[in-house]
């Protein structure tokens, strides 16, 4: 479907890749103005969205709301604000042709909606048979308690740890896990790995929205 033209956003000089979790979790902020996280918002009006459905077998419980749009020209207008971070992230992103998947989607999450625990998987790109290995999320409201995306970083908590237990762990012995939650700040720019490399995707959730209203643009990044 489209929903109008998307808004102009601009690259954005001496913005900085911060790491959260080496080689899992980086964000940016700022990535988006104030003036573009507006007329955003704006245009997700005419985003035609759907409500959320049960949840399938092995699938987590998801109760936002979801648009999608095919767009190849919002997906070339994100990788051009993207580009100059590319070389920064690590599993090192070799792709000598960068591209964002066209898979354009929009979440809306409502006080009390969430997104339970889950992981991301590499997903086929039709169009250029690609697989994408990076998510990619923008924050685009204000004035939210909760709604944080949240990462549980033990080795059990990675996609592949189910089929490649450590023969070195001592029975019984409980590894450590540690929760980190990014915040869902206006403007930034969330990338965690979801690739085949380095374990792949850490298991994650979207919190609990508290207050306000959660609207989150998300796209991948392609191997």
């Given at each position: 479907m489209t929903a109008g033209r998307f808004p102009e956003i601009t690259v954005k000089?001496?913005?900085?890749?911060?790491?959260?979790?080496?080689?899992?979790?980086?964000?940016?902020?700022?990535?988006?103005?104030?003036?573009?996280?507006?007329?955003?918002?704006?245009?997700?009006?005419?985003?035609?969205?759907e409500n959320p459905k049960p949840p399938g077998k092995g699938e987590a419980e998801r109760t936002a709301r979801r648009g999608f749009i095919d767009?190849?020209?919002?997906?070339?207008k994100l990788l051009e604000l993207l580009l100059p971070y590319l070389n920064q992230l690590s599993p090192e992103y070799e792709s000598k042709i960068p591209l964002l998947s066209p898979n354009i989607r929009i979440y809306h999450y409502p006080i009390k909606t969430y997104f339970?625990?889950?992981?991301?998987?590499?997903?086929l790109d039709l169009n250029s048979n690609r697989l994408s290995c990076?998510?990619?999320?923008?924050?685009?409201?204000?004035?939210?308690?909760?709604?944080?995306?949240?990462?549980?970083?033990?080795?059990k908590n990675k996609r592949d740890s189910r089929k490649n237990k450590s023969k070195e762990s001592k029975k019984g012995e409980?590894?450590?896990?540690?929760?980190?939650?990014?915040?869902?700040?206006?403007?930034?720019l969330l990338l965690h790995w979801h690739?085949?490399?380095n374990g792949g995707c850490l298991k994650h959730e979207g919190d609990e929205i508290l207050k306000g209203d959660k609207w989150v643009l998300r796209t991948d990044l392609l191997a």
């Open positions: 000089p001496n913005l900085t890749l911060n790491p959260i979790l080496q080689s899992q979790i980086y964000v940016i902020d700022d990535f988006f103005s104030p003036t573009e996280l507006k007329a955003i918002l704006k245009w997700t009006e005419n985003v035609k969205m767009s190849p020209e919002i997906a070339n339970k625990c889950h992981y991301d998987s590499p997903t990076w998510t990619i999320l923008i924050y685009l409201s204000n004035n939210l308690k909760g709604g944080g995306t949240s990462f549980y970083t033990s080795s409980e590894e450590e896990e540690e929760k980190i939650t990014v915040e869902p700040k206006a403007g930034r690739g085949m490399k």
